[in-house]
């Protein structure tokens, strides 16, 4: 199983980020997908998540109305829209997978992880 996220970069706070994670080596279809965050110093913290058929997403509050999931079954890719970037959005994000349904926000209950892609907003 491979999760392989990209998109993160240095932006201006006020801008945009696209993240996506490309997911191979189990059944899209079957696993509700997460992003996550850690930044410095800090623990990995849940940012959004969609259920399987992604009828359903969460969200943190710290994002909602700035930050948008969404899937690609087609693509088997889980993406991470980030709008109105603040400082405090810098961590490195992580994506991960879940055959848990509901609001999934811990992260021993995801049974896959991606690697990190930095996100670096600046003042």
Known sequence: ??????????????????????????TFSYYG????????????EFVASISWNGATTYYTDSVKGRFTISRDSAKNTVYLQMNSLKPEDTADYYCAATKLTG?????????????????????
């Open 103 to 123: 609001y999934v926000s811990r992260v021993y209950d995801y049974d896959y992880w991606g690697q990190g892609t930095q996100v670096t907003v600046s003042s």
């Open 33 to 44: 997908l997460g992003w996550f965050r850690q930044a410095p110093g800090k623990e990995r």
């Open 1 to 26: 199983v491979q999760l392989q996220a990209s998109g993160g970069g240095l932006v201006q706070a006020g801008g945009s980020l696209r993240l996506s994670c490309a997911v191979s080596g189990l």
